[in-house]
């Protein structure tokens, strides 16, 4: 496939859902001059479903692979096993090799939502990483001084709250660094909460020879709940989701991150974007253009049919105070209203089904659960919360 060099679209590649660009004048050049170009992106297997917020630089390498770019996606199955505490105010536990095995199952599918998988390399960072020495991790680690690593805000705040920082944390930026080596990078994408990580890949690839990398960092983005988006907090929506579940959580988003999600999570054409952004300043319902945000992405990683019945499915059922006419028949075990709960996948435990009831976020047929030992019978409706019915058989 020929490089494009279309001005327009390398403009858009610089600046839709780009915070920061190291060093933007000399990766403009490269875009320009028709040189092929590596563009990396690693993603730890510490989840086993990938949202999203990790989407916003996987459209990014599919805008490069557009271009005609060789892209490389990189499982960090082993960087996954030391953990990367760059966005965390606490040390991450490390995960077992078992953990991140099974979480990196369905990884390939997911990615292949967005990416043309037969234009993509992919690969696994324990393919290097493994096989390092002692001596060869000593001169990675001679470097970089332990100043550098403590000057940044995370850690440094740690340090002066007394909180522990292992001395394996030092290690992970070594590693992402070296994946930049391994697979001779040209570009890093990655957010801007990695920016450490992305410029020790530079700083390697220069000791090592190599010509530096060019880096493109993305905003972080909040979840449903207005936190940053994280699998750890549960306010994530997975490119897996079901597409009910995935309108339903974009519907319960913040107004203000309507545009955001539009501009970072989507390709829908900025001139639009900048259509609804001035509507909703003109006293546009925020309400309707969260629905064509929700059917945006749901006919991205489904289709515009799947679009329509989740829209169709949500007005009917939050609009007009319906329940949906497709929903999923359980025949349970148990009559147990807590039995239930767990047998449709509402609720993880009986502790976690009581709390849903504790809460009154548990009804059947519309009516608040009250009591632990209310039973269901057939042709009941049971629903948790604004997005989980189930109709017993």
Do not use: C
């Not at 390398?10 to 490269?30: A, Y």
């Not at 086993?48 to 490389?72: A, C, M, T, W, Y």
């Not at 047998?343 to 009516?367: Q, Y």
């Amino acid at each position: 496939m020929a490089i494009s060099t279309d001005r327009d679209k390398i403009t858009e590649l610089l600046t839709r859902g780009v915070e920061e660009i190291i060093d933007r004048k000399h990766l403009l050049e490269r875009l320009e001059s028709g040189k092929e170009l590596r563009v990396k992106l690693g993603i730890d297997p510490t989840s086993p479903n990938l949202h999203l917020g990790r989407s916003i630089p996987l459209l990014k390498l599919r805008d490069f692979q557009e271009l005609g770019h060789k892209v490389v996606f990189i499982v960090g199955d082993a960087t996954g096993v030391i953990g990367d505490t760059s966005d965390k105010d606490s040390e991450r536990p490390m995960l077992t090799r078992e953990d991140v095995e099974k979480n990196l199952e369905s990884y390939k599918e997911q990615v292949g939502k967005i990416l043309d998988l037969e234009k993509t390399e992919f690969r696994h960072n324990s393919e290097w990483l493994n096989k390092l020495s002692y001596e060869e991790i000593g001169e990675h680690a001679n470097v970089f001084s332990v100043s550098e690593f403590i000057s940044r805000d995370n850690i440094r705040r740690r340090l002066e709250a007394g909180t522990r920082v292992s001395l394996r944390e030092v290690l992970y930026p070594l590693m992402q660094g070296y994946d930049s080596v391994a697979i001779e990078a040209d570009v890093e994408l990655g957010g801007t909460d990695q920016r450490f990580n992305l410029l020790a890949g530079r700083t390697l690839q220069s000791h090592f020879g190599q010509e530096a990398q060019d880096i493109i960092m993305n905003p972080l983005v909040a979840g449903t709940d207005g936190r940053k988006m994280s699998s750890s907090w549960g306010n994530t929506v997975n490119l897996i989701d079901a597409p009910d579940d995935m309108f339903g959580k974009i519907m319960s988003v913040p107004d203000d991150l309507i545009i955001p999600y539009f501009t970072y999570m989507t390709r829908v054409p900025m001139s639009e974007v900048e259509e609804y952004t001035k509507a909703m300043k003109d006293g546009g319902n925020p309400r309707d253009y969260k629905m064509l945000l929700g059917k945006a992405i749901v006919s991205f990683y489904h289709s515009a049919e799947d679009a329509e019945k989740a829209e169709a499915n949500f007005i009917s059922t939050f609009s007009n105070k319906q329940v949906p006419d497709d929903m999923p028949e359980l025949a349970p075990t148990s009559a147990n209203i807590v039995d239930v709960l767990i047998e449709a996948g509402f609720a993880t435990s009986k502790g976690d089904a009581r709390r849903a009831i504790d809460g009154n976020g548990v009804r059947i047929n519309d009516d608040v659960v009250s009591s632990y030992e209310m039973e269901v019978k057939a042709g009941d409706v049971v629903n948790k919360g604004k997005r989980h019915f189930v109709r017993i058989k």
